[in-house]
Each structure stands twice: as C-alpha cells, then as structure tokens.
C-alpha cells in the first residue's frame, strides 16, 4: 500500500508538491485581541504596537520580555507582521537622514545610474545598498540619534537573540514606481528554485529565524503610494520558499494582500518568510521612501558585507559627545551601538585571540561598550580596534 507524502511531511520541499488549498487554510484566519493583548489595535489581521504608550514597557527588565514574547511569538505563530506606531517620535533624526540619503542617491546615480531592486524593474525605484555604513561615514552625528532607538532593539533582540547585526537600504519609490512580485526573503528566497530545493526541509524551517524584515517609514505612506502588500500567516506555510514563485500562489496572494499606510516615524517588521511585495505609487507627487532594515542572526551570514570597524571609529566620538551632554539613555546607547559594531566573538583566530575569562573573545561591540564607559580617547580606542581585527586573523 502506498501511503501519499504531502510537502508538510516530506524532507524536501518542490514546487509541484505544494498545495493552494493548505497555504489557503493557514492564511484565511482571524487574528483576535487576546492573542496579541499589548496591541493598540489589529488593522487587516495586523497587530498595531503604540510606542509612545509603551516606551516605559522598554525601561522595565520583565514587561520588557513580556512585549518582546509577544512579538517573537506573533512573528512565528501568529500573523508574521508587527507595526510600531511612532516608533520613532523625535523625527528630526529622520529628515536629517532623508537629506543624506536623497545627495547618496544624487551622487550614485550621476557616478553610476543608481542601484537596482531585487524584485521589481528598474526605472522610478532608486535603492541605496549599504545605507548603513554610508549614513555613518556621512554623518555619525545623524547615525548615532537615528539607532539609538530602543523599539527597534527590542524587536531584533525579541526575534534573533542579542548580538545581532544591522544592515540596511534605502528604497525611493517615486510616482508611477512599479510594484514587486510577491516573494519571500533571505536567506532561502534570494536563491534560484533550483537550489532552493537542494536544500532539506529542516532548513527550510531555519532560514525564517535567521535574519528578520523591517522598513522605516522616511515619508507618510498612504496606502496609493505603495506600501508593502502583505499576506499576513502566510510565514507558517512550511513549502513557501519552493511555492511563492507558482503564479496561482502569486494570484492568491495578489487577491488576499493587505496594506496598511503607515506615518513617517512608523517602522513595520515582519518575518523573512512572510509573502509580501512593494505596493505601486500610484500617487502623483509622493516619494515614497523606505529605510529597509534586514537584521541578522549573529549565527547567520548578513547579506552585506559592512566595514563596522570604519563605522565604530566615526561613531564613538559621536557617542561620547552625546553621553557628555547626558541626551542619551543607556538602552538607546546600547541600541546605537547594536546597529554599528559586530557584536559576536566568531569566527576569529583562538590562537591569537583566546577566550579570558570566559568561554569566547571580547566583541567589537564588547570593546566599544568598555572603551565608552571607562572614558578613553578616540585614539586609544582606534587602536584597540586595530589590535582586536589583527589578532581574529588567520
């Protein structure tokens, strides 16, 4: 007797064994209050977070990991998409980095023609790769108050543990800009269908936890200029890295997408595996611009390759200067500091850089933390970065 093996059960996943009716069965459900009690609200299955209700919830060790549960647990099991109402509530970080961001784009346009999306056509759409480090290079001042922001901590730390590493892009969508196809992101959904099924089940179940999605509004965002459509639950359809390129999952999708607008100074995040695309600008004088925020496990491998050493050394003067003038908290610092340096100890050389005094070497973000607190020069702490990247080397 031959027994049926559905996508669900089988070790490797391909694109003719997936089943509309079972992604369907998962995502046409009802998020309720009482699965996400901290919200504010739920809008189109999506629960809305009012950080300026909740920002002495971060200041509290306990209530702190409650909301940060909260949100891992809904990021996994529930609707896979959380949004942050004035996550941002001071914008003057914002706008600053908005006119960096549009001379980056100037400037990389008149040198190269600008860069292009992964999932949508060029033209309209302008992508800034790397906005992190160019901020930071730019303007460290501007970097240090833009990352120093404890809710979106809160939520890298609640999905990828601590240590975590920062990367971004910048996304300008500007009228008549296309949208993207539905898709699902790194790491699994930026490889062919071909690899992707090379790869087996367990890990398609992996990749989701390694990096998390997430996307500063730089603009307000009306729903006709383009916010990203998303397919809320769709993250717990096991096969949806070999199923989200069939054109019936992409119909489905294009017929069940939500969006939500969103206000400059709201940050969305969502789990990598969630089916969602770029809306269209279908305004008229809109320029919708995006900070896109791809977060890493720090057991995982970043998509960009970042110079965080460069960055820590434009950063700590800044750093000093805003602990000097006491208009930074230590969560915020701590937040800054996050987004900037690499916080994990591997891979390194243990023969030249052995653990002391525990079971792994100090961090770059380790060293950057002590050379803040115990006062040091910028040179001396220039120097112990060079003496920590000469020994992690082969």
């Given amino acids: 007797m031959t027994v049926a ?32 009690p901290l919200a504010s609200k739920i809008k189109k299955n999506i629960p809305i977070y009012d950080m300026a209700a909740l920002g002495e919830t971060l200041s509290d060790v306990r209530a702190r990991q409650r909301l ?100 971004a892009q910048i996304n300008l969508v500007r009228p008549g800009g296309a949208a993207q196809q539905a898709h699902r992101d790194y790491h699994l959904g930026f490889q062919s269908a071909e690899t992707s099924a090379q790869y087996p089940a367990h890990v398609h179940d992996l990749s989701p936890v390694l990096t998390l999605q997430g996307a ?29 390129r069939r054109a019936d999952f992409r119909a489905y999708f294009e017929e069940r997408c939500v969006q939500l ?49 460069g960055m820590s050394e434009r950063l700590f003067p800044a750093l000093v200067k805003l602990k000097r003038e006491a208009v930074m908290s230590e969560p915020d610092q701590a937040a800054a500091i996050a987004a900037c340096a690499e916080g994990y100890s591997f891979p390194t050389n243990l023969d030249r850089d052995p653990p002391v005094g525990g079971l792994a070497p100090q961090t770059q973000a380790g060293l950057f933390h002590q050379a803040l607190t115990e006062g040091w020069t910028s040179e001396r702490f220039n120097k112990a970065l060079a003496a920590q990247d000469l020994r992690r080397q082969a």
């Fill in 68 to 167: 940060m549960a909260e949100w891992a647990y809904g990021l996994r099991y529930g609707a896979g998409v959380l949004v942050l109402r004035q996550a941002f509530q001071d914008l003057a970080p914002i706008d600053a980095a908005s006119v960096i961001y549009n001379r980056i784009i100037a400037d990389e346009k008149a040198a190269t023609g600008g860069g292009a999306d992964h999932f949508a056509t060029t033209g309209a759409n302008d992508r800034i790769w790397n906005a992190l480090q160019k901020l930071c290079e730019a303007a460290p001042d501007v970097f240090a108050r833009y990352f120093c922001n404890a809710s979106i901590a809160a939520v890298c730390e609640a999905w990828l543990g601590p240590n975590y590493q920062m990367t």
């Fill in 261 to 309: 607008p969103l206000a400059k100074g709201d940050v969305v995040f969502f789990n990598p595996a969630l089916f969602h695309a770029a809306g269209e600008n279908r305004s008229e004088e809109i320029q919708r611009m995006a900070n896109l925020l791809q977060v890493s496990s720090a057991f995982g491998r970043a998509m960009e390759t970042v110079d965080r050493r």
């Fill in 216 to 244: 500063v509004a730089h603009t307000d965002m009306p729903v006709e200029s383009g916010p990203t459509k998303l397919l809320p639950f769709s993250q717990q359809y096991r096969a949806g890295y070999a199923a989200w």
């Fill in 5 to 36: 093996v559905t996508p669900m059960e089988q070790a490797y996943f391909d694109p003719e064994g997936c089943e509309l009716s079972d992604f369907a069965a998962l995502v046409e459900r009802e998020l309720t209050p009482d699965q996400v």
